[in-house]
């Protein structure tokens, strides 16, 4: 659409054609002014006013004189006087009555001396009009009045003489008014011309100027046009080609010469009906039909018949010959390839990337399926009979494997967190409890390098916050935990501040300080990156594979906070995390003491559904020692099948198996008639994304068990999915436990297995009370054997008592457990009679 827009030189045109006719009327109405002046002034001349009013007086004089010589000489006849007195009678009515002496009548003097005059012609009429008798009987009256009368006559003179000449300075002083307004604004004109003349000039030469930038333009666009990559075809209303650059040329391979005047459709779109095509043809609108569009994509067609694609934009102008349109072309065929290269390289970096996180799920399970299957046998190896030396070798074993879990576990924290599957579990955290948490897990350390450890708040403290325990715990114990690994004979300060408060959120700043060795300048900018480990500052007499500070940020941001650290070589270093958090207060939880354990179920019939025989020896093993009975496959195809006739408990199931994996077999077991259709499945899994756990629960499974698998996990799972009946969380003895053992190995091998269990438990008794200086872990082991032998016999508040006592003794809580064995003689002496 064409915009209109005001020429700057065509209203200054105006405003001068305004203006010089505003001066041309006000010279031609003064000169009018002038014109009527000169005719007042030449009327008032042609009048003779002045002689009028003096001869008035002269004729009063005269009258005067004729009334004094008829008084003195009465013979004289009276006509003569009358005829006085009648031509000054005259003279007053014309003074009077005439229309060029009204004016006069504004002069009080001039109206007063006047009414006296002509009262005293009134009061004289009746006696001049009698007869002569009595005109000659009042005569000396009459010229006494007469006498009386001649000063007004003469205040009549003088009045009419002092007004005409200030009329006449009046009127000339007009004159002179108007005709210095005249030379004004004639001078007015004049300049006005030249400031005209001048205009027109300048006008003229930019003009001339603009006429040859114009041209110089038009130049510079021509060479623009002929220069530019894109092609550029100008055209008429019907589509006829006006204009052809070379590089139209060369993307449609004809000559400007040869394809002047002829239509452009047929030229370079192909024979196939097209909005573009349809608009040139039939001469529709052409801007109207694009301005929505831009540049459009289509197919043209080249002179040897070569279809390619091309952008194609369009513009119309308005010319003195008519509308034109101009079409920018593109050959876009090299774009085209490289765009479809570009989405051919990014869908295999999707799948790629795709790749890369299956690749860590399956590795997750190849690594983690091993790592269970070492740990769970380490767990089992606990209950039996060991030595001192070969509890400390498990112990190590365990703590490996329990690193090596912990490498993997970064791993694919930080593969969550790239692909942003890094889910938060927000819960009521105490900040005290868990910086005093991390303080103890690392005073031992700190005590063996020689270092100072404390923690405290820098003003206001805010204990309660809504945060991710988990998350929060491994930034903080990866921080203090560097710290103290890299200070000898120093000192390691933690605080944590308050240092912002918003509407419902709380920014805390924690601050790890220590005095150990620094970060080298070049390392500082790379400290948070992944697989960076000091070479310089933080030498290799210290473990790690570098992913703990880069996993600390990853966490930090994902809890939108960030991590930073200034240090000085030699001096120490500082790390800060600033973290936001809602504030909360205390939960309302169950004191310690008021905390009761929930006794595990017992005599579960349960399927254990894996193809791998070193993790189902694990699980068969975890859950023999806990009373319970298994049925084993090898693969989902089996489990399926067996569950159709057969009833279970409660089903294991791993996930990546032979023929049929765990979530085809789940979501068949659901959707057949089978007697486990409603069976608790529960997940087991070396498989730790959340996304794919997500997809196992959809299935249908109930939970998930993470490998390598825990004896707690596993056992608060059984009590959680055990059928109503089966806990042993309200009897001291689970009868039908005994029945069934009775049943399967007969009274004679019950007796002598639980003559068998009575020795193992009075002699950890015995054991117990020798002394109260027993290695921690030797009581955790042997507490642990006796109470899985308690869980076959359905010793269930025998089992709960042991299991109280091995966890005081992994805690190493002394006083913990002096209470649980004095709680367990009493448990034992009823416990012993009723198996």
Request: aromatic content about 6%.
């Amino acid at each position: 659409m064409a915009t209109f827009v005001s020429d700057p030189r065509l209203i200054s045109q105006k405003y001068f054609l305004i203006a010089g006719c505003a001066i041309l009327g006000a010279i031609l109405f003064l000169t009018a002014t002038v014109v009527r002046d000169l005719r007042e002034l030449n009327s008032a001349s042609s009048d003779n006013v002045q002689w009028t009013i003096s001869q008035t007086e002269v004729e009063f004089l005269e009258f005067s004189k004729q009334l004094n010589l008829v008084a003195a000489n009465p013979e004289l006849g009276l006509t003569q006087m009358r005829r006085r007195f009648d031509v000054f009678y005259s003279r007053v009515e014309t003074l009077h009555a005439a229309s060029i002496y009204i004016a006069l009548g504004q002069s009080p003097t001039y109206a007063e001396a006047l009414a006296n005059v002509r009262a005293f012609l009134d009061e004289s009429v009746p006696l001049i009009d009698s007869d002569d008798a009595v005109l000659h009987a009042g005569l000396r009256e009459l010229a006494t009045r007469a006498a009386e009368t001649r000063p007004e006559v003469r205040k009549i003179a003088n009045a009419a003489l002092d007004y005409f000449a200030i009329d006449a300075d009046e009127r000339r002083a007009v004159f002179t008014n108007s005709l210095l307004q005249l030379a004004f604004l004639v001078l007015v004109l004049i300049f006005g011309l030249a400031v005209a003349i001048y205009y027109l000039n300048r006008l003229n030469l930019q003009n001339s100027k603009r006429q040859q930038e114009i041209e110089q333009s038009a130049e510079r666009m021509n060479t623009v046009i002929e220069t530019s990559l894109d092609g550029v075809i100008v055209g008429d209303r019907d589509g006829n080609i006006l204009a052809f650059n070379a590089a139209a040329e060369g993307i449609f391979g004809y000559r400007s010469e040869n394809v002047l005047g002829e239509p452009l459709a047929p030229l370079i779109l192909p024979d196939i009906d097209g909005d573009a095509s349809e608009a040139l043809s039939q001469h529709v609108d052409i801007e109207l039909l694009l301005s929505e569009h831009g540049r459009v994509q289509m197919d043209a067609k080249r002179a040897n018949g070569e279809i390619f694609p091309i952008e194609l934009s369009m513009q119309s102008a308005k010319t003195d010959a008519g509308p034109i349109f101009i079409a920018f072309l593109r050959d876009i065929s090299a774009s085209v390839r490289a765009e479809k290269e570009l989405i051919a390289a990014r869908d295999q970096a999707l799948a790629a990337d795709r790749l890369k996180t299956d690749f860590l799920a399956t590795m997750s399970h190849e690594i983690r399926t091993p790592l269970n299957g070492l740990l769970g046998n380490l767990s089992l190896i606990q209950d039996t009979k060991l030595n001192h030396q070969q509890v400390r070798y498990i112990r190590n074993m365990e703590t490996s494997g329990r690193l090596l879990l912990g490498h993997v576990t970064d791993v694919l924290d930080i593969s969550r967190y790239d692909v942003g599957q890094l889910e938060l579990r927000e819960v009521p955290v105490n900040i005290d409890a868990l910086l005093q948490t991390i303080i103890d897990s690392q005073s031992g350390t700190a005590t063996s390098h020689g270092t100072q450890l404390g923690w405290r708040w820098i003003g206001g403290a805010q204990n309660w916050v809504i945060s991710d325990p988990d998350r929060l715990q491994h930034i903080l114990m990866n921080l203090v935990g560097n710290a103290v690994k890299f200070t000898e004979g120093g000192r390691v300060d933690v605080s944590a501040e308050v240092v912002a408060r918003h509407d419902h959120v709380v920014d805390i700043a924690f601050c790890v300080r220590d005095t150990g060795r620094g970060i080298a300048d070049d390392l500082k900018d790379r400290i948070f990156e992944d697989f960076v480990t000091g070479s310089t500052a933080y030498d290799r007499n210290v473990g790690g594979t570098g992913l703990g500070l880069s996993i600390a940020r990853r966490f930090a941001l994902a809890m939108g906070g960030d991590i930073s650290v200034e240090s000085t070589l030699g001096e120490g270093s500082t790390f800060r995390v600033l973290l936001p958090f809602s504030p909360t207060v205390a939960p309302n939880l169950p004191k310690p003491q008021e905390a009761t354990r929930k006794a595990p179920a017992i005599g579960l019939r349960i399927l254990i559904v894996e193809d791998n025989e070193i993790n189902r020896a694990v699980v068969r093993g975890m859950l023999h020692a806990d009373g319970h009975t298994t049925t084993e496959v090898h693969d989902g195809a089996a489990a399926v099948e067996i569950t159709n006739d057969n009833h279970f408990d409660l089903i294991l199931m791993d996930i990546s198996m032979p023929i049929m994996d765990g979530r085809a077999a789940t979501r068949a077991i659901r959707s057949g008639d089978g007697r486990c259709a409603k069976t608790p499945i529960v997940a087991l899994t070396a498989n730790v994304m959340a996304a794919e756990q997500e997809a196992f629960l959809q299935d249908g499974m109930n939970d998930i068990l993470i490998k390598p698998l825990s004896r707690d996990a596993l056992a608060d799972v059984l009590h959680r999915f055990a059928p109503d009946g089966q806990s042993a969380q309200d009897t001291d003895i689970a009868q039908s436990n005994q029945s069934d053992m009775r049943d399967i190995l007969g009274d004679e091998e019950y007796q002598g297995l639980r003559t068998q269990f009575v020795h193992e438990a009075e002699a950890l008794h015995d054991w117990l009370g020798d002394t109260d200086d027993h290695h921690f872990g030797e009581i955790a082991s042997r507490c642990h054997k006796v109470a899985g032998s308690a869980a076959v016999f359905g010793a269930t508040a025998y089992r709960a008592a042991l299991i109280e006592i091995e966890h005081a003794a992994k805690g190493e809580v002394r006083d913990a457990i002096a209470v649980g064995q004095r709680k367990l003689a009493p448990i034992w002496g009823s416990t012993k009679d009723r198996i």
